[in-house]
C-alpha cells in the first residue's frame, strides 16, 4: 500500500484563490472547501487507499511562543479562516482521517504521519503532498517523497539536493540561517541561498561548521564575514532551526490501517446538500461501492 498525507492548509489556501466564491444553505462561504473536496475524491477515485489530511485548525502553534515574530493569522481573509472548521467536518464526514492541529502545525502532524507510516514494512511508499519546502526534512530516498499536486512533480531525495543544494536532514539548518519569510524569521545576516547551500552541503548541521573561517572548505566564498555573522548570532541560528524542525511525536494514529478509506458516513449527504453539491456524495458513494467491488472480487 502507499500512503498518502495532504497538506490541508495549502489546498485550502490553493482553492480559495483559485475558485469563485460560494456560499452554502446557511450562508457560510465554502468555495475552498468544495474545492479541496473535490480534489481528495477524485484522488480517491483514482486509486489511493490509504490518506490523511491536516490542517491548521489555530494558525498559531507552540512555536509563537518561543519566537514572537513567528506567522500568525494576521492579515489572512476571515472568509478563509472560516472554511477550516468546516473542511475539517466534511472531510471526517467523507470517511478521510483528519489531524485539526491546535498546539502543534499541520506541518508537524505530516511529518509524524510520514515518519510513523514509513516504519511500516507494508508500505510501498509515502507521499507527502505538499511543495512546502519545510517538509523536504521528511524526504527519504524514493520511499518518503513529496508531491507537488498542481505541478505534478515528485521530490525525492536526490530532488531535494538539487533543489536547495542540501540533503533533507539539512533542510532546518538551512532555513535556520537563509530564512523563512512565509514563517516570519529573519535568518542570519549575510547568509542568501548559496551561502546556505555551500557551507551546508559540506557541514551538514550548525554544529560541525568550524567556528575558526580558516578551517572552512576553500570552496565557500566570504567565509570570514559568514562566520563572523553566524557565530555573532549563535543563538538566534539555534531557535531559528528550532523553529524550522518538524516534530515527530504529534499523535496521528497507532496503526496505518487507521487511513484506509471506507466510504462516507451517511451524514455526508447531509454536509453536500447544505453546500449544494449533491454530486459530491454521490460519486463518494460510487466509489466506495467500486472499492468494496473490487476488493470481494
Given amino acids: 500500500m ?19 466564491s460560494a456560499k ?23 486509486g489511493t487507499t490509504h490518506l490523511g489530511v491536516a490542517t491548521d485548525h489555530v494558525i498559531e502553534s507552540f512555536r509563537n511562543k ?19 472548521p468546516v473542511l475539517e467536518e466534511t472531510l471526517e464526514a467523507m470517511g478521510v482521517r483528519v489531524w485539526p492541529m491546535v498546539a502543534y502545525e499541520a506541518d508537524d502532524a505530516l ?22 519546502k519545510d517538509l523536504s526534512q521528511c524526504v527519504v530516498g524514493t520511499r518518503v517523497v513529496q508531491l507537488d499536486r498542481r505541478r505534478r512533480t515528485v521530490r525525492d531525495e536526490a530532488a531535494v539536493e538539487a533543489k ?3 540533503k533533507p536532514e539539512s533542510i532546518p539548518d538551512y532555513l535556520a540561517v537563509l530564512g523563512d519569510s512565509a514563517d516570519g524569521f529573519p535568518g542570519i545576516t549575510g547568509w542568501g541561498e548559496k551561502a546556505s547551500a555551500a557551507t551546508l552541503s559540506r557541514y551538514r548541521h550548525l554544529e560541525d561548521i ?17 562566520a563572523a555573522s553566524l557565530f555573532g548570532s549563535w543563538n538566534d541560528a539555534l531557535l531559528f532551526r528550532l523553529l524550522a524542525t518538524l516534530r515527530l511525536e504529534v499523535p496521528v494514529f497507532e496503526s496505518v490501517d487507521e487511513l484506509r478509506w471506507q466510504g462516507p458516513h451517511p451524514r455526508f449527504e447531509e454536509h453536500c446538500g447544505a453546500m449544494v453539491s449533491p454530486d459530491l456524495f454521490t460519486r463518494a458513494l460510487s466509489a466506495a461501492t467500486t472499492r468494496a467491488l473490487v476488493q470481494t472480487a
Wanted: net charge negative; hydrophobic share 45%.
Fill in 2 to 20: 502507499d500512503v498518502y498525507l495532504i497538506d490541508g492548509t495549502y489546498e485550502l489556501f490553493r482553492h480559495f484563490h483559485a475558485v469563485p
Fill in 24 to 46: 452554502d444553505l446557511n450562508g457560510r462561504e465554502i468555495g475552498a472547501v468544495r474545492g479541496v473536496l473535490r480534489s481528495v475524491l477524485w484522488m480517491i477515485e483514482h
Fill in 66 to 84: 518561543l519566537y514572537p515574530g513567528y506567522k500568525t493569522s494576521e492579515g489572512v481573509a476571515p472568509a478563509l479562516l472560516d472554511q477550516f
Fill in 111 to 132: 511529518a509524524s504521519a510520514a515518519a510513523k507510516a514509513a516504519a511500516d514494512d507494508r508500505v510501498g511508499q509515502v507521499i507527502i503532498c505538499t511543495p512546502d
Fill in 164 to 166: 536547495f543544494g542540501v
Fill in 210 to 226: 568550524p567556528k575558526n573561517w580558516r578551517e572552512w572548505h576553500p570552496a565557500i566564498g566570504s567565509a570570514r564575514s559568514l
